[in-house]
């Protein structure tokens, strides 16, 4: 045995090191003592300890979006990696890049039913884009570098190490990552250049085009957002981005429609079902952008650019892929479009953006604003205003009614500020994933919007908040209600409000006073602004408690499986339509 050998946990701290780690989120337990006991021995490395393992995971997540790197997880086994499960699925659906370190009883104890074990890597198969049972401690440090480059590589997503407890204290000799090569996954990131001049091709024919881009800008780095930027700008093409997207492109931009599909603009899915020519950009046709399938966008000629050939015709079929890195697809399509042979029809991109026009004039997100009660509108309308001088913002947000109406009416410049679950709709992803942004960016200003049913889902993370001193700010919309749930029972069950109604609901304020924080309330509208600067100017963590409307709807709406052109109004709604039995105002 070599003198210079190493442990298989200092191998994995050694390797966690040389591939820029910084910091990792994580909850000890047996099988991971010999873990826990070289963290204490280094200070390379933070460890942010969380009360529950799911944090953990949606930290790591808040982490890897906010930095571009990817984030790491640490758990024990058993019931340690599968309260990670939600968090990884979460992280898979919205191709957020993870490592998470689980541990495992010994090797030969796998299969016995033995304390704490479970079928780590069976039960993870589906939910991560790769993972490893590390049986070998001289395969380890390989293995985790190739768990990196599988992460971040790619459509981006978790990657799972299980790492038995003898395999930690085995012996081997250290391998750097510049002696690994992954020999079976390298995708391409240069697109097909012939493909990419046949798609300028037909966006320069196009009479109604609309450009829509999704989080794969976000993915391939800020470079790639400043390039969609300059394709809009320099096409004179309308944009549209979804929940995923938003600060791909500057929401200030003249160009930009607001966010697409069930609780989009108005004008967004009108221009989206009305387009001859849709260039998709790193997006993947989600059922909640696309309605009713038959009815999707019927008359367009349809390119998808993705650096996952998987999603290309896998919900929608479309006449161009291109498979590539959406950086690199910009790149080649702005050189060609600038090449000269290449020009919009002004007369007909004239009268497109005349109908767009139009579309924006029925001003789809407003709300009552004369109402004396709080609209959750209105209170996320004061944030956005109260805090878009400052340098650094950055937004998480539980998921219902209040991520929507944060989506419509808190406003992305940059790319990276806005932290959602996505895909996989997590309640309680919002406070630890702003527990991860805000260790990234210890000087911003962090917020979590945030319900009062979903923030109960990971309340305990305020204790981590406190233990590290982070001012994360959570902005409760309290409505009462588990309010998306409550909006779909009022239009499409006959409002019978089965379960939804959230009864014996903490005392917010003295909830966050009990964990050492700060805790405020807003129930009058005229007290709103002086709250939200308290909570800005306040450094240590706080809830804000805000009494909203409890029977307000998140508007406009696409009800499943209707089409972009069948959205639905609120009652009030002036426009010339007719309204439904329920109360509301169809097209």
Known sequence: MSKNQLSGSQILLKALSDQGVDVVFGYPGGAVLPIYDELFKQNKIRHILVRQEGGAVHAAEGYARSTGKVGVVLVTSGPGATNAVTGLLDAMMDSVPLVCICGQVPT???????FQEADTTGITRPCTKHNYLAKDVDQLARQIHE?????????????VIDLPKDVMMAQADYLPPAKVKHKSYNPPVKGDLGKIREAVKIMAAAKKPLIYAGGGVINSGTAASQLLTQLVQTTDFPCTLTLMGLGALPASDKHFLGMVGMHGTYESNMAMHDCDVMVCIGARFDDRVTGRIDAFAPNSTKIHIDIDPSSINKNVRVDLGIVGDVGHVLEDMIKLWKSGQNRADEKAMKSWWKTIDKWRERKSLSYDREASIIKPQYAIERLYELTKKRDEVYITTEVGQHQMWAAQHFHFDRPSRWMTSGGLGTMGYGLPSAMGVQIAHPKALVVDIAGEASILMNIQEMSTLVQYNLPVKVFILNNQY???????????HGGRYSESYMEALPDFVKLAEAFGGVGLRATKKEHLDDVINEMVACDRPVIVDIAVDPKENCYPMIPSGAAHNEMIFGPGDDADTSVSDEGMVLV
Do not use: C, T, Y
């Open 108 to 114: 030969h104890l796998i299969g016995n039913d033995a």
């Open 147 to 159: 768990a990196f480059h599988v992460a971040k590589s790619g459509r981006p997503g978790p990657v």
């Open 482 to 492: 588990m309010g998306m749930v409550r909006q779909w029972q009022e239009l499409l």
